[in-house]
């Protein structure tokens, strides 16, 4: 009997070490040797090394920037959700480690049944004695049973294995979703600051500009009194003033929605505007010497490219769930505990019970719902293969885009510069002129104009360079860790 048991014990031991579907072998290659060396639209005043430093926002060099951030990343209630999405994912993994684990607890157990042919009676004749057909037979079973019951599956293909390694893939998959908020986060923030900076000292500008202009227009408005101009220039003085005026309130609401934007993004109801942001301050530029590494490293970088070869890890393990549905699947239920046939058995401490129950099920005939089930894991699989490919190829854009506009903004900003340089000539000189009467007070005021609206373009154009360097962090992923190193 043992020698005929030893073959199906090695049987169940082999199917038990088996586990179903393919074995995941990394994302597909995206990069060959040539495109993953350097970025296409890295100029030569960018470096190819791997950025050293994750907190990027940390070069711009302005406290309260940085305040911000720090604020956002421990306040932000959508950082606090995904924090709860990872928790989520982390007890979803222990509890299907805990599902291959056997189950223990308490019970009571009544069993009654008729089963015809058990012929259960007091003093029953022996079994070599013929019962007397007359004297009937009692077909009814009873047990009751108070103590401890057990059960335990026993999978053969691995199915529950591969249950926890797609687990584990999609807990992983979700901490690199919220480190890529972070990134997306941190990024938003120090745009809305920039945007802000600029707007206060668009806002500066214009009123400045607005007294100017109100001064050109009573000029103006006087000469025509006295007879020396016609009416259209003060119509036209007029008019540049309600343009400034109009500019001047944009601008104005500009802040305004940029303060709330950034109480909103630090976890504050708008409105609650702390006085350092209401206080102009210069716009923080990037760094002279910018780093980006190269396309290799942004994908092993990025934590959206990290989310998206998780999830095709996860998708690749559910295959193996899928196919583990054609194996056989064997399950004990064991009850130990007091009792009998009889409700007073459970009181009894000598009347101890023992009821084991295996059982074994294999669906060998069920009109192809485990192929139906396999063919739609393996589609799920083959569209996490396409995602992942199309989240590479869009980070490669973005980084590529973002290098294209810092290199534009570099040389708007220089000759933004420059135009401001020559615009400060012009105002000195045409003081100079005016305190010698050679121009109006008018014609000063339109050169000193000039002069404050070249002030705020070259503003502007030192915000798009820090914006379009921000882009450029965002794009290479960072701001969520120190970037791994090969040891």
């Given amino acids: 009997m043992m020698r005929r048991s030893i073959p199906s014990l090695l049987l169940i031991?082999?199917?038990?070490?088996?586990?179903?579907?393919?074995?995941?072998?990394?994302?597909?290659?995206?990069?060959?040797?040539?495109?993953?060396?350097?970025?296409?639209?890295?100029g030569e005043d960018v470096g190819v090394m791997d950025p050293a430093l994750a907190e990027w926002w940390v070069l711009l060099d302005d406290p309260e920037l940085t305040r911000l951030v720090e604020t956002a990343l421990s306040e932000n209630p959508s950082l606090q959700a995904a924090q709860a999405r990872i928790a989520q994912a982390r007890a979803s993994v222990r509890q299907d480690r805990a599902g291959r684990m056997p189950t223990l607890g308490t019970q009571a157990t009544i069993i009654q049944g008729?089963?015809?042919?058990?012929?259960?009676?007091?003093?029953?004749?022996?079994?070599?004695?013929?019962?007397?057909?007359?004297?009937?037979?009692?077909?009814?079973?009873?047990?009751?049973?108070?103590?401890?019951?057990?059960?335990?599956?026993l999978e053969f293909a691995g199915g529950s294995r591969r249950r926890?390694?797609?687990?584990?893939?999609?807990?992983?998959?979700?901490?690199?979703?919220?480190?890529?908020?972070?990134?997306?986060?941190?990024?938003?923030?120090?745009?809305?600051?920039?945007?802000?900076?600029?707007?206060?000292?668009?806002?500066?500008?214009?009123r400045t500009q607005i007294k100017l202009q109100e001064e050109v227009l009573a000029l103006t408005y006087q000469r025509y009194q006295q007879g020396a101009l016609p009416l259209f220039p003060v119509g036209n003085a007029n008019a540049e003033l309600e343009v400034l005026k109009s500019r001047f309130a944009e601008a104005e609401?500009?802040?305004?929605?940029?303060?709330?934007?950034?109480?909103?993004?630090?976890?504050?109801?708008?409105?609650?505007?702390?006085?350092?942001?209401?206080?102009?301050?210069?716009?923080?530029?990037?760094?002279?010497?910018?780093?980006?590494?190269?396309?290799?490293?942004?994908?092993?970088?990025?934590?959206?490219?990290?989310?998206a070869e998780r999830t095709l890890a996860a998708a690749t393990a559910r295959i193996g769930v899928a196919e583990a549905a054609r194996f056989p699947k064997l399950s004990f239920m064991g009850i130990l505990g007091l009792g009998g046939s009889s409700p007073d058995d459970i009181f009894d401490v000598g009347e101890f019970s023992a009821l084991a129950i295996p059982r074994l099920e294999w669906n060998f005939l069920d009109f192809g719902r485990v192929d139906a089930s396999v063919d739609r894991a393996g589609a799920v699989r083959d569209e996490a293969v396409a995602n992942y490919r199309q989240t590479v190829l869009a980070a490669l854009r973005d980084a590529e885009r973002a290098l294209a506009r810092f290199g534009q903004q570099?040389?708007?900003?220089?000759?933004?510069?420059?135009?401001?340089?020559?615009?400060?000539?012009?105002?000195?000189?045409?003081?100079?002129?005016?305190a010698a009467g050679?121009?109006?007070?008018?014609?000063?005021?339109?050169?000193?104009?000039?002069?404050?609206?070249?002030?705020?373009?070259?503003?502007?154009?030192?915000?798009?360079?820090?914006?379009?360097?921000?882009?450029?962090?965002?794009s290479l992923g960072l701001g969520w860790q120190e970037p791994v190193r090969d040891q």
């Fill in 13 to 42: 031991g082999l199917l038990a070490g088996c586990t179903a579907g393919p074995d995941y072998a990394g994302p597909p290659e995206i990069l060959s040797a040539d495109t993953g060396h350097r970025f296409v639209r890295a």
């Fill in 114 to 153: 008729q089963l015809p042919g058990l012929e259960i009676q007091e003093g029953s004749p022996p079994s070599s004695q013929q019962p007397d057909p007359e004297a009937g037979s009692d077909d009814a079973l009873s047990f009751y049973n108070v103590g401890l019951n057990a059960n335990w599956e």
């Fill in 164 to 206: 926890i390694e797609a687990g584990n893939a999609q807990a992983a998959a979700t901490v690199a979703n919220a480190e890529d908020a972070k990134v997306q986060l941190t990024a938003e923030v120090a745009n809305n600051y920039v945007n802000l900076r600029e707007a206060q000292f668009r806002a500066d500008q214009y």
């Fill in 253 to 307: 609401a500009d802040k305004a929605v940029l303060l709330d934007a950034l109480a909103i993004l630090s976890g504050r109801i708008p409105g609650s505007t702390a006085e350092d942001l209401s206080t102009p301050r210069d716009i923080p530029l990037p760094p002279d010497e910018v780093t980006v590494g190269d396309p290799a490293s942004l994908i092993a970088r990025r934590p959206d490219i990290r989310a």
């Fill in 410 to 434: 570099r040389v708007a900003l220089a000759a933004s510069a420059q135009i401001k340089s020559q615009a400060d000539s012009a105002a000195d000189l045409n003081r100079q002129r005016f």
């Fill in 438 to 474: 050679a121009i109006s007070k008018a014609d000063l005021n339109r050169a000193l104009r000039e002069q404050q609206q070249a002030s705020a373009d070259l503003v502007r154009a030192k915000g798009a360079l820090t914006l379009a360097w921000i882009a450029l962090q965002k």
